[in-house]
C-alpha cells in the first residue's frame, strides 16, 4: 500500500480515495473509527435535505408525490444499492428498518417452506435477528424453532437439521468479531436441503464485494445508515432474489406494496415484484439523504475499496499489537476472513474506548468487553490509523482509561 506520510519529492497524483474524503464531513480533531456504525455526514446529504425540506416539501406541498418523484424514490435508492451488493436492478426495495425487513423476509421464507420447523442461525447473531425470530415463531405458533450456532459448528448444523431446515439466516459478517461467513458456500449447502437463505448485510453492504446473485442467495436485508452512509436511521433495504419474487406473500401486506395503491381496492393485491414487499408511505426526507450519500460510491470500485480495507486493518492490527499488549484480538487475522472492522478484548474496553473518544478517535464498545473499530476508506487513511493507534497507545500506557469518569455508561455505547 502506498504510504501516505512517503517524503518522495514528486506531487503524488489525487487517489479515487482523496476525492471521495472531501465529499464527508468530518470534524476538525476526529479520527472516524466508526462508520461501520454511523457513517459520516456526507456534504451532499445536508444540500439534499435542504432541498427536500425548502424546495420540495414546503413549496411542492402535496404535489411533490410526483413533481418531485417521490413515489419513485425507494425504487431509485434500492437500484443504487442493488449495484452494490451484486443484485439485479428491480430486485432491492429500501424503506422501514433493518429488523423490520427481517421479519418480512423471514416470515414470507417460512411461509415457502410449509412443514419445515427449523431457523438456523448463529449464536453470536445481532440480537435482533434472534429476537425478530423468537417474536416470529410466537406469533405464527406453528411449532417453529430458532436453533442456534457458533460459526465453527454452522456448516455441521446445516447438515444435521436436514430436511427440517426451513431458512438458514446469517449475517454475513459478525457484528462483533469481524468474522466473515462464506456466503456462495453456505447459501448452497441449505439449498441441498431445500431451505431457504435470509443474509443480514448490516455489516458487509459498502464493506466489501457482495454478489447476491452470483451466490444464489434468496433473500438479504440490511442498514442504510452504516457504510452506506444514510445518517441517523436511515431506511434500511431488502432483497428478494427474482427467481422468489413472483411467488413471496407479504405478512405485512400494506398498501404501498398493492398492485394499484391509488385505485384503493378493498382487497389486497400484491404489487409486481419486490415492491410488493413495500408497506407504507416512504420516508421521503431520510431517503433523499441516503440518495445523495450514495453517490459518493459513483466511480468507485467495490474492489479497491475492500483491497484498501483490508491494508488499513492489518496495518491497524499489526501496530495495536505491537504497542498494546493488553489487547487482545478477536477478529479473524486473515483478511479474506473478515469484515472491514476489528475488534479487540479488553476488561477495561468501556472505559478505555471513552478516553479514546475523549482524545477525538471515536470507535464503539460492545458488551461485555470488546472494542470494535470500523475502517471505511472512502475517508479513512493510512496516516489516520497511525495517528490513532498512536493515541490508544498513548491510553493504555498510562491508564489513561483508569478514571471513574469514564466507567459511567451512556444509553448508547
Ligand atoms: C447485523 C445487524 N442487523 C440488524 C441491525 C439493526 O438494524 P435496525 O436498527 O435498522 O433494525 C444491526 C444494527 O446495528 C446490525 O448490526
Known amino acids: 500500500m502506498a504510504s501516505d506520510l512517503s517524503h518522495s519529492q514528486a ?31 456526507p456534504l451532499a446529504a445536508a444540500d439534499a435535505l435542504q432541498r427536500a425540506a425548502k424546495a420540495e416539501w414546503s413549496e411542492m406541498l402535496i404535489r411533490g408525490w410526483n413533481d418531485a418523484d417521490w413515489i419513485g424514490l425507494p425504487e431509485r ?43 438456523l442461525s448463529d449464536s453470536g447473531n445481532f440480537p435482533t435477528d434472534l429476537y425478530v425470530a423468537q417474536g416470529l415463531i410466537a406469533t405464527l405458533g406453528q411449532g417453529h424453532e430458532l436453533r442456534t450456532v457458533s460459526h465453527a459448528e454452522m456448516e455441521a448444523a446445516v447438515d ?70 444514510g445518517g441517523p436511521g436511515a431506511p434500511a433495504f431488502l432483497y428478494v432474489a427474482p427467481r422468489n419474487q413472483a411467488s413471496v406473500a407479504p405478512a405485512l401486506s400494506g398498501w404501498m406494496g398493492h398492485a394499484a395503491p391509488f385505485a384503493f381496492e378493498h382487497d389486497y393485491r400484491p404489487a409486481e415484484g419486490v415492491g410488493r414487499m ?44 505491537a504497542r498494546c499488549p493488553e489487547l487482545e484480538l478477536i477478529t479473524p487475522r486473515e483478511g479474506a ?12 474496553g468501556y472505559a478505555a474506548m471513552q478516553a479514546l473518544i475523549a482524545r477525538g478517535v471515536i470507535g464503539d464498545f460492545r458488551a461485555p468487553d470488546v472494542m470494535r473499530f470500523g475502517f471505511t476508506p472512502l475517508y479513512i487513511s493510512e496516516r489516520e490509523v497511525r495517528a490513532g493507534v498512536d493515541i490508544l497507545a498513548g491510553i493504555m500506557d498510562n491508564r489513561l482509561w483508569d478514571n471513574d469518569d469514564y466507567r459511567k455508561k451512556a444509553k448508547v455505547t
Request: glycine residues 8%.
Open 77 to 119: 435508492v434500492g437500484a443504487r444499492i442493488a449495484a452494490l451488493i451484486g443484485a439485479e436492478a428491480g430486485s432491492v426495495m429500501v424503506g422501514d428498518t433493518t429488523s423490520v425487513n427481517l421479519f418480512k423476509v423471514l416470515s414470507a421464507a417460512l411461509a415457502a417452506r410449509p412443514g419445515r420447523r427449523v431457523i
Open 278 to 321: 413495500r408497506v407504507g408511505t416512504p420516508p421521503i426526507l431520510a431517503l433523499s439523504a441516503l440518495e445523495a450519500g450514495l453517490q459518493a460510491w459513483d466511480g468507485v470500485s467495490i474492489h479497491e475499496v475492500r483491497a484498501k480495507s483490508i491494508a488499513l486493518c492489518d496495518l491497524f492490527i499489526e501496530l495495536v499489537e
Open 160 to 229: 444435521a437439521a436436514g430436511e427440517d431446515l426451513a431458512v438458514l439466516m446469517l449475517t454475513q459478517v459478525d457484528y462483533r468479531t469481524g468474522a466473515l461467513y462464506d456466503m456462495k458456500s453456505m447459501t448452497a449447502r441449505a439449498q441441498a436441503l431445500g431451505a431457504l437463505t435470509v443474509w443480514d448485510l448490516a455489516h458487509s453492504a459498502g464493506a466489501l464485494p457482495v454478489e447476491l446473485d452470483a451466490c444464489n442467495a434468496d433473500f438479504a436485508i440490511g442498514c442504510g445508515y452504516k457504510y452506506l452512509n
Open 337 to 348: 476472513a473478515r469484515g472491514s472492522q476489528v475488534s479487540f478484548r479488553f476488561e477495561e
Open 11 to 41: 506531487p503524488q497524483a489525487e487517489t479515487v480515495f482523496d476525492r471521495t474524503r472531501r465529499l464527508f464531513h468530518i470534524p476538525d480533531g476526529v479520527i472516524y473509527l466508526d462508520g461501520n456504525s454511523l457513517g459520516p455526514m
